[in-house]
T-cell receptor, first 118, second 111 residues
């Protein structure tokens, strides 16, 4: 079974440009999460999708970040315009739907996208 | 803020058991203890989780104290590939709860 995949693995852009990160969850996983780690800090939650709906976006830093999950499959995270402080590693995770009878929805993480804003 | 406390770093000799402690004194009745690890720059990798009973899988064992205020992750025969940052996370079983990561414990397995 394929794991969570993320694209690209690395992205280097200049301040003010736009970048779009993509996450493909494990097939059949309705829950999709975005996290990020900025330099020297801990991994922080950004938002959570259930299928195509945003369940919790309390961790989104500001309105320069836009996440979508059209059709409830893959998700994109767009940063527009990018700022220097957006540099870091962006992780995506997915978990099975609650209705699958799983008492705790263990999240499986992708390898991350390393974003560098110059 | 993370609800757990872990030592910042530990060393372990290759082939020996690595015992990683975690304090979670404010844990609630519906909260599970999860362990993840991050090897170098990879994504966090799930290891194990438990509620109150001890758990074992092919990767590790999780020992939770009777009062549930602390736990220990045991890697029975540590290898160099187990060198990583280990995160102990407390999380409720409410639907769709995200993980709150602390700084974790940096485990160095030494040859």
């Amino acid at each position: 079974e394929a794991g969570v995949t993320q694209f690209p693995s690395h992205s280097v852009i200049e301040k003010g440009q736009t970048v779009t990160l993509r996450c493909d969850p494990i097939s059949g996983h309705d829950n999709l999460y975005w996290y990020r780690r900025v330099m020297g800090k801990e991994i922080k939650f950004l938002l959570h999708f259930v299928k195509e709906s945003k369940q919790d976006e309390s961790g989104m830093p500001n309105n320069r970040f836009l996440a979508e999950r059209t059709g409830g499959t893959y998700s994109t995270l767009k940063v527009q315009p990018a700022e220097l402080e957006d540099s870091g590693v962006y992780f995506c995770a997915s978990s099975q739907d609650w209705d699958s009878g799983i008492l705790t929805d263990t999240q499986y993480f992708g390898p991350g996208t390393r974003l560098t804003v110059l | 803020d993370a609800k757990t406390t872990q030592p910042p770093s530990m060393d372990c000799a290759e082939g020996r058991a690595a015992n990683l402690p975690c304090n979670h004194s404010t844990i609630s009745g519906n909260e599970y203890v999860y362990w993840y690890r991050q090897i170098h720059s990879q994504g966090p990798q799930y290891i194990i989780h438990g509620l109150k009973n001890n758990e074992t899988n092919e990767m590790a064992s999780l020992i939770i104290t009777e009062d549930r205020k602390s736990s220990t992750l045991i890697l029975p025969h540590a290898t160099l590939r187990d060198t990583a940052v280990y995160y102990c996370i407390v999380r409720s079983d409410n639907y769709g709860q995200n993980f709150v990561f602390g700084p974790g414990t940096r485990l160095s397995v030494l040859p």
